[in-house]
């Protein structure tokens, strides 16, 4: 299956950091046509079924009907072709239609993206995976473990038995938190002392440096900062700005056209409208809060972990270029060894023997460089060994499985979907159709 959200929120890096800063890529204004990403193939000659594949539609349709979305886009590429692409709905309940160049905030669907600006660095000899992180941001040389709470309500600490490493901030198992859903005290305090609303990268790592870790380091998997703490180490050791370095090594290469920290306003026509689900009157309202990023003009700190926009379309040609080792259209981002090593499964014994979800070998399920991974698809399925994958607040989500050499892209713009169970699971019902309708796996 594909990796649930944990919730709606917690699946979200938010860095709600307002004004603007020069240097933050925006998506350029070239326009490619959507549908020519990829050549079209039916159904049948790559071993899918078009009936089954038809059900799929009818799903996703369906909730549109039924007023669980405004509006949904859905790519299937298998071979390096497309299968099935399709739009449901508007942009908006009151919207236009939805069309294929849909822009969405993709939120935490933009961690594997820095993943990749950090390998291509560790190609480049700039950092190794067992460094101490300390190394690259000294301010976590003393780090210390939550351990209690004193009558004081102040923390009771040890210190961590050592600095996480790189490897463990790429795959949530150094011990930081996030703030996002505050039900204990680290994350309450990520809230209370305002790391998510810092202003600086220097504010933002003396405020994560000053609380405590919720474990050792390499003891547990905790959804984390990690990757926004990423980003920074992106621009320290390539001098640029996490967007210019992305634009400059992914985007334009890519030709990812779409995808950036902001949206210029001549693009702005074409952005779905946000929707969160309102537990207190049972229905989609109009999204508002912290969890609404103001992309109308750059960000002062790009987050790392939740901060692009991006459509269905180029971020098809972003997963082609991992399915396919590193490469697309003659343009190389990574080696096929590098990819291979990203979706590795990277936790610790420790992790994968305890019996805490999501991640562990009873659920067959790894975490490797900024991905989740598939490890046993009898338990994780139905994708292949290897599937690795995530997914962002707003809804979107992707997987890609090289066993069968395909991926699968969804994008939807609601947060908090998960408080409505026609749509909470639409990434696993979404992986059900397609395997569902993958009768001929040979082809």
Do not use: C
Request: proline share 7%.
């Amino acid at each position: 299956m594909v990796i649930r959200r944990l919730t709606a929120a917690a699946l979200a890096t938010v860095l709600a950091f307002g004004g603007a800063a020069p240097g933050w890529a925006a998506p350029v204004s070239t326009h490619v046509e959507a549908s020519s990403a990829f050549p079209a193939s039916k159904p049948e000659s790559v071993g899918f079924s078009a009936d089954g594949l038809k059900a799929l539609d009818a799903h996703m349709q369906g909730l549109v009907d039924a007023g669980h979305l405004p509006g949904v886009t859905t790519m299937l590429v298998r071979h390096g072709k497309v299968v099935n692409f399709e739009v449901h709905g508007k942009k908006g309940f009151d919207g236009p239609p939805m069309t294929k160049d849909t822009v969405f905030r993709i939120y935490s669907q933009s961690k594997p993206v820095t993943g990749v600006a950090m390998m291509i660095l560790f190609e480049e000899g700039k950092w190794k995976l067992d460094d101490p992180v300390s190394k690259y941001i000294p301010e976590f040389a003393s780090l210390r473990v939550f351990k209690g709470v004193n009558s004081d309500g102040s923390f009771d600490t040890v210190p961590a038995d050592r600095p996480p490493t790189m490897r463990e901030i790429m795959s949530h198992s150094g011990g930081f938190a996030y703030g996002l859903v505050p039900d204990n005290p680290i994350d309450k305090a990520y809230v209370d002392t305002g790391v998510l609303g810092s202003k600086s990268s220097d504010e933002f790592i003396k405020r994560v440096a000053a609380l405590p870790l919720v474990a050792q380091p390499g003891t547990r998997w905790k959804y984390s900062v990690s990757v926004d703490i990423q980003g920074l180490i992106v621009e320290k050791l390539s001098g640029m700005s996490l967007g210019d370095f992305m634009q400059k090594r992914i985007f334009t290469p890519l030709k990812m056209v779409d995808t950036g920290f902001w949206l210029p306003a001549e693009k702005t026509s074409r952005l779905a409208s946000l929707y969160a689900w309102g537990p207190k009157v049972h229905k989609l309202v109009p999204a508002d809060g912290f969890m609404v990023l103001d992309i109308s003009k750059p960000p002062v700190m790009a987050s790392g972990g939740g901060g692009l926009v991006s459509t269905n379309a180029d971020y098809a040609r972003f997963a082609q270029m991992l399915l396919n080792g590193g490469e697309l259209d003659g343009a190389r981002i990574l080696k096929p060894e590098t990819v291979k090593l990203m979706r590795t499964n990277m936790l610790s014994d420790t992790i994968m023997n305890s019996d805490v979800p999501p991640f562990n070998t009873a659920k067959g399920r790894g975490f490797g460089l900024d991905f989740a991974v598939v490890l046993d698809s009898a338990k994780a399925g139905p994708q292949g060994n290897g599937t690795y994958s995530w997914g962002g607040a707003a809804g979107t989500w992707f997987w890609i499985d090289p066993t069968n050499d395909l991926f699968f892209l969804g994008m939807i713009h609601i947060l908090n979907k998960d408080g409505d169970p026609a749509i909470a699971h639409i990434d696993q019902d979404s992986a059900k159709f397609v395997y569902d309708a993958l009768k001929d796996p040979s082809k």
